[in-house]
């Protein structure tokens, strides 16, 4: 049978290990294919950077219309990362009928629900395993596996970053800088760490779990979002001590008609699963009503693993094209617009800490600013101090109660007098 | 489109919850497969038993006849365990080029690649993720997920019985029997729990995970495997006092040639994830050469769980059916005969336990025997005797040791004057 061309749009990291996987499985992946695989042409803006050895390099061109005009190419493989101008060569590529393998969790999360529209008005396929979770084979769980499951809740830890810097940071007590610092020395962090670090990286690859986990399509913006950045070593020594890790998770659920989402720091305990999930390892727990609970772990990132999924997918794709099943898989993702439900609304137990001056009554006014607010205290902690300059640190732990309320407690303490910076507030995820 | 007629043999709690998540999931499954998917007959033992409410009893019938003789169904569902008449039913199915689902480990244990090679020869379909590990998308992942990649190893705990066992001696401190007789009261663990407390179960999903993993084809009865009933609940103190946990593990690893598989309780560093897997749920850990490590966890066992997979499966071969693909599946996974590593050369840590007689010179004699076999200690700690009639406890980690010389000393050891019983000896897994 004639081989499957493929377009390959960008050739990083993660288009390298493509690359690399496709030439060292060749005949593996023919024999699942029922045809060859190959790379018909490389889109990329600078021809003149090394690449990976088993890339021809006259396969490379600087001009996307090369791709897009050849018609022998039966599927394209975008690993360009970004929105631009990922989204309209995955548009154009899907609007001549053509399935596309994508990575581009950014992209996704944006434009998710508008490409799949798109790829099932043309027949296409429209896959995208590596934009969340790097290796772990999540999209295919919720799109294969769970074909006869209703997904209730999922958690996760999405963002290997801000996992590595957490557990460096528990383990180490090294501060956040610090874990930071050595996070990008060890290329697990960007040089500009914020997509990663505030958690937005982990809030688009949780819109893109909603989408298939709940079905959900939802506007990125209405999803509350919370990084690491104010956690310290203290928390984490606190947080040990109640019998807690910090960890930074992606939260899901499906309420029937509004989905709860929302991307934070959060205590998880010591000793269940995903507490134990360190260092650059991502996981996804899932609570199907029929499966019960149900846990994927692995690298979440890195050229090899998220190669692994776009191959997959590849095959996948490969296959309905060759079989005439085009578009199928694509279809059976049904998108509803849902509403995202408030925070507000939200009950949970929290970790609250207060940075304060060392003065009589200050416990007891946050004792009466949270009881005043329907805020009721399971235990707490006063770290002394050894001089006066110091702030002392006041940590409790609450009983399971409203946002809006701990909210609400957070603002009337927040300008007190012995208030040396606001209060960190961190949620109990159980 | 007409619909997928399917031939449900056997109806207990596996089948039950299939015709339920079929019943239930109509109209999306359909979906998926691109025609209904429909019941068309049920072989049972006990027509007059009660079935789940979904189920017509018009449809039921003790006469397997009228399943094979039915031209019109289109493939096979066996959910019926154990051997006979399993075999006979799917091997006729095959020849007759029906596609087979399949939650069965023992037949494929014994059975799977000459079952493998029958439906390969008729360009049927054998499909089998409900086979290990209960919901757990494990056989998918290998087969798709990995499509690109090797498997270096997997570690996994797929006895749910043994898994609840010892988690409830390790929380509880109760002992075996204790554990064991809690389990079967909730229906953890079978009346005659043979299978799976002395490890037969796991070594059967094992190699079924080996067929797929590293394209093995193995006896079972190379396979050594231990159980769990010698574990007393003083071992889980000990294990936690050295950072361990103990859990019942089924080992696989690629060495090229021969492939190492076995099955045994094994220590377990504490804050590993496998550690932390507890009560019946089911783990595997996988490494692949380009994905790195990944874990998959869930509920091995149970109605629902297991359905979900064999509806996924169902979901899978109606659909090559519908497409023409039939048996591409099937021929993907390539089986090639392979000896089993013998355990004698394996190495690695111990943990030794010596029921003894308290007298002066025991510790210098296990000390000397261990070291006369070349086998060196790291810990060893002595549990006092509180009268001089109950057995004094010796307990030592050793350091990586090869097998043949643990053995070699445990049987110097196992008839001195000093020894109350032989002495326990539980493999360490890192």
Redesign the interface.
């Known amino acids: 049978m004639k081989p499957v061309r493929i377009g390959l749009l960008g050739c990083g990291t993660v288009g390298g290990?493509v690359v690399q996987?496709?030439h060292?499985?060749a005949r593996?992946?023919a024999?699942?294919v029922?045809a060859e695989l190959s790379i018909a042409r490389v889109l990329v803006r600078a021809p003149e950077r090394e690449r990976v050895p088993q890339l021809s390099r006259a396969l490379l061109t600087t001009d996307p219309e090369l791709l897009f005009n050849d018609s022998s190419i039966d599927l394209f493989v975008e690993v360009i990362g970004g929105v631009d101008p990922a989204r309209a060569y995955v548009e154009r590529a899907l609007d001549q009928g053509r399935s596309v393998v994508t990575a581009n969790k950014m992209l996704l999360a944006l434009h998710g629900p508008a490409l799949v529209d798109r790829a099932i008005a043309r027949g296409a396929d429209l896959a995208f395993?590596g934009s969340v979770g790097g290796?772990?084979?999540i999209v295919?769980?919720l799109r294969?596996?769970?074909?006869?499951?209703w997904v209730v809740s999922l958690r996760g830890i999405i963002n290997g970053t801000c996992n590595y810097i957490l557990s460096r940071m528990s383990l180490e007590g090294s501060t956040f800088e610090a874990a930071l610092a050595e996070a990008q020395e060890l290329g697990y962090a960007e040089a500009e760490p914020s997509l990663d670090v505030d958690g937005h990286d982990a809030a688009h690859k949780l819109v893109v779990l909603a989408m298939l986990a709940f079905g959900a399509r939802v506007s990125i913006g209405s999803v509350p979002v919370e990084g690491i950045r104010r956690i310290q070593p203290i928390d984490h020594q606190f947080a040990a001590r109640f019998g807690f890790a910090i960890k930074h998770l992606a939260i899901g659920r499906d309420h029937g008609g509004a989905v709860e989402l929302r991307v934070h720091p959060a205590l998880v305990r010591r000793?269940?699963?995903l507490?134990?999930?360190s260092g650059v390892?991502n996981?996804i727990a899932l609570e199907?009503r029929?499966?019960?609970?149900?846990?994927?772990?692995?690298?979440g990132a890195?050229d090899?693993?998220t190669?692994?999924?776009v191959?997959?997918d590849i095959?996948?794709v490969a296959?309905a094209r060759l079989?005439?099943?085009a578009g199928?898989d694509t279809?059976?993702i049904?998108l509803q617009a849902r509403p995202v439900q408030p925070l507000e609304d939200l009950v949970c137990r929290s970790y609250l800490r207060f940075p304060v001056r060392d003065r009589p009554g200050v416990l007891a006014r946050i004792a009466g600013a949270l009881g005043e607010c329907g805020v009721s205290i399971e235990q707490m902690v006063q770290q002394g101090s050894s001089s006066s300059e110091t702030p002392v640190q006041i940590v409790l732990l609450t009983h399971a109660a409203r946002e809006r309320d701990v909210t609400r407690a957070l603002l009337l303490l927040r300008d007190a007098d012995f208030a040396v910076q606001p209060a960190l507030r961190i949620r109990v995820d159980e």
Chains 1, 2 share one sequence.
């Open positions: 290990g996987l496709l060292e499985n593996y992946l024999s699942r029922g395993e290796g772990i084979p295919r769980t294969e596996a769970l074909a006869s499951d000793e269940s699963v507490a134990n999930v390892l996981a199907g029929a499966l019960g609970p149900c846990l994927l772990s692995g690298r890195g090899l693993p190669a692994v999924s191959v997959a095959v996948d296959r079989h005439g099943t199928l279809r059976a049904q």
